[in-house]
C-alpha cells in the first residue's frame, strides 16, 4: 500500500493494495503474515473436501487477505486457485467461471500430460451438467477454450442413444454424468504438485453477487465439487448474505442456518491493528506536503489522527470506511490554499458527524447552539473514560468556538457552562479536571487560539461539495 499519490493527485477509486512478490508482503499494514501462515498448514492438509467461509463485515480487509494468502502460497510453491464471484456473475451459470479458473491452471505448461487428460474428460462431461441455457451463451463470454457447444450436441445425441424420452431416463442420464465429471476432475487433482496435499479454492465476494447467483455457486460448489483434496475458501458477509437470502425466500427464512449445508468451518477475520493503517493511509505525499506548509501543521497532523482513531473506536469504522474517511479529507484540504484558515478537528468531526447523524449535523449547521450535543454523539460522555484522551479537548473545545462569528455571549456561556459545572464538582485529584478545564479555555479562546474567521464557513461548504461525490471501491 503505497504512500505514494502521482503528481499529487487524489484517488477517487480506492485500489486494492500492491501485494508484490516478496514475503512478508511490505505493503501488509495489518500484519496478516502470521494468521495466514497458521492457517496454510491446516487447510493444505486437512481431510478434503472443505469449505471454509472467512466471515467479516464488508471493508474489513477480506480481499488483501485473500490475496495475501494466494501470495505466501506462491511463495511456497503451492497452487491454489482464485474467483472473484462478483465480476463473473453476469454468467448464466457459476460453474462456468469456476471451469475457467481450473481450465487455466490444467491447461498450463507446468502440468502433466496425465492431469491434463483427465481434465480433457471432464470438460466433455460439463456440457451435462451446466444449465442448457448457459451453453449457449459460453462461447459469448470468456470460456470458449472449453468447446461447449460441441460437447453439449455430442451429448444430446448421446442421450438419444439412451433412451432419455422421459424425465425419470432424463434424470439418470444427468446423475450418471454428473458421476463422471466428478471421477476424472478428481483424477485431475494429481496435477498438484508432490508438496501438496489440497488445492485451495478462493471465491471471493459471494455476499455482493445477486442473492440467486450466490445460492447457484454454493450449490455448485456442494454437488460437483465435493471431491477429495479440494478445499474452497470463501470471501463472505455472512449477515449479510442471510439477509439477501431473505430477500429471495422470505422475511421469516432462517438464512444463516441454510447456510451450514454449505459451510464447514467459518473464520472470524478480526482487525488487530487499525492504528498502523490509518498511519499509512494519512502518510501521503500531498497531506505531508500541505501539513508542513502550515503554521500549526505539525499539531494539526496529530490531532488529525487522534480524531480518526477515535471514530474507528466510537463508530466501528471499517478499514474501507477508514480509506473513504482520508480520501473526502485529502479532497477538502486539497481545495484550501494552505495560507487559508481551517481547522482540522472541526472539518473531521463534521464529516464524520455528516456520515453518522445527519439530523444533528443539519441542526449544527443551522444553530451552533447544538454544538454539545454533537460533541456527545461524536466522542460519548467523558465519564465513559478514566481520563479522558488528548484530542477529546481540542475537539469539543473547537466544536464550542468554531461558532465565533455567530455567537452572541449569551449563547456561548450557555455552551461553555456545562463543562464548568462539571469541573467545579470534580475532586481536586480527578485525571479528568486538566483535560475539561482545556475545553473550557479552547471554547472561551482566552488564548486567541482562534484567530481563524470563517472556519465554519468554509468547513461546511467543503463537506457539502465533496459529498456529492461518490468515493468507489475497486
Known amino acids: 500500500m503505497s504512500g505514494k499519490s502521482e503528481n499529487g493527485q487524489v484517488q477517487l477509486r480506492i485500489p486494492d493494495i500492491d501485494i508484490g512478490n516478496d514475503w512478508p508482503c511490505s505493503n501488509d499494514v495489518l500484519n496478516r503474515h502470521e494468521e495466514i501462515e497458521n492457517l496454510s498448514p491446516v487447510l493444505l492438509n486437512a481431510q478434503a473436501p472443505l469449505v471454509l467461509a472467512i466471515d467479516s463485515p464488508w471493508g474489513s480487509g477480506k480481499t488483501t487477505f485473500i490475496k495475501l494468502w494466494q501470495l505466501y502460497l506462491k511463495t511456497q510453491n503451492q497452487v491454489s486457485l482464485y474467483l472473484n464471484a462478483w465480476e ?32 480433457a474428460k471432464a470438460k466433455k462431461y460439463a456440457p451435462g451438467v451446466i ?63 508432490d ?68 459451510i464447514d468451518l467459518d473464520y472470524q477475520l478480526q482487525i488487530k491493528d487499525v492504528e498502523s493503517y490509518i498511519q499509512v493511509k494519512l502518510n501521503q505525499d500531498d497531506l505531508n506536503e500541505y501539513f508542513s506548509s502550515r503554521r500549526d501543521g505539525n499539531n494539526d497532523f496529530g490531532t488529525l489522527s487522534q480524531i480518526i482513531k477515535g471514530v474507528v473506536s466510537r463508530f466501528d469504522y471499517r478499514l474501507r470506511d477508514v480509506e473513504q474517511l482520508i480520501t473526502r479529507l485529502r479532497l477538502i484540504l486539497k481545495s484550501i490554499p494552505s495560507s487559508h484558515n481551517i481547522d482540522v478537528a472541526v472539518l473531521a468531526s463534521l464529516i464524520v458527524l455528516r456520515e453518522q447523524n445527519q439530523v444533528l449535523y443539519k441542526q449544527y449547521v443551522e444553530n451552533y447552539i447544538y454544538a454539545n450535543e454533537v460533541i456527545e454523539f461524536l466522542m460519548g460522555r467523558y465519564t465513559e473514560h478514566e481520563k479522558v484522551p488528548d484530542y477529546y479537548a481540542w475537539v469539543a473545545g473547537s466544536l464550542i468556538r468554531a461558532g465565533k462569528d455567530c455567537y452572541n455571549e449569551s449563547d456561548l456561556s450557555s455552551l461553555i457552562k456545562p463543562w464548568e459545572t462539571m469541573l467545579n464538582s470534580m475532586d481536586e485529584n480527578d485525571v479528568k479536571r486538566h483535560q475539561i478545564g482545556r475545553i473550557i479555555q479552547i471554547a472561551q479562546d482566552n488564548q486567541g487560539l482562534w484567530d481563524r474567521s470563517n472556519v465554519r464557513k468554509t468547513a461546511f461548504n467543503r463537506i457539502e461539495l465533496i459529498n456529492r461525490i461518490t468515493i468507489e471501491n475497486n
Open 88 to 119: 463473473s456473475d453476469f454468467a448464466e451459470d457459476p460453474l462456468l467461471p469456476m471451469l475457467s479458473a481450473f481450465d487455466d491452471w490444467l491447461e498450463s505448461k507446468k502440468v502433466k500430460s496425465a492431469p491434463k487428460k483427465a481434465w
Open 195 to 262: 508438496n501438496q496435499n489440497n488445492l485451495i479454492v478462493f471465491i471471493d465476494e459471494l455476499d455482493r453477487c445477486k442473492p440467486t447467483y450466490a445460492i447457484e455457486m454454493l450449490e455448485r460448489i456442494k454437488h460437483l465439487f465435493d471431491i477429495d483434496r479440494v478445499v474452497f475458501v470463501l470471501a463472505i458477509n455472512r449477515e449479510q448474505l442471510s439477509k439477501s437470502l431473505q430477500g429471495i425466500y422470505g422475511p421469516n427464512f432462517d438464512g444463516s442456518h441454510y447456510l451450514k449445508r454449505f
Open 131 to 193: 444449465k442448457s441455457s448457459a451453453v449457449a451463451a459460453a462461447k459469448a463470454a470468456t470460456f470458449g477454450a472449453l468447446d461447449l457447444d460441441k460437447e453439449y450436441e455430442k451429448l444430446l445425441a448421446d442421450m438419444a442413444g439412451k433412451s432419455v424420452g422421459n424425465l425419470v431416463d432424463s434424470y439418470k442420464v444427468k446423475e450418471e454424468l454428473l458421476g463422471k465429471f466428478k471421477s476424472v476432475l478428481g483424477d485431475a487433482m494429481s496435477a498438484l504438485p
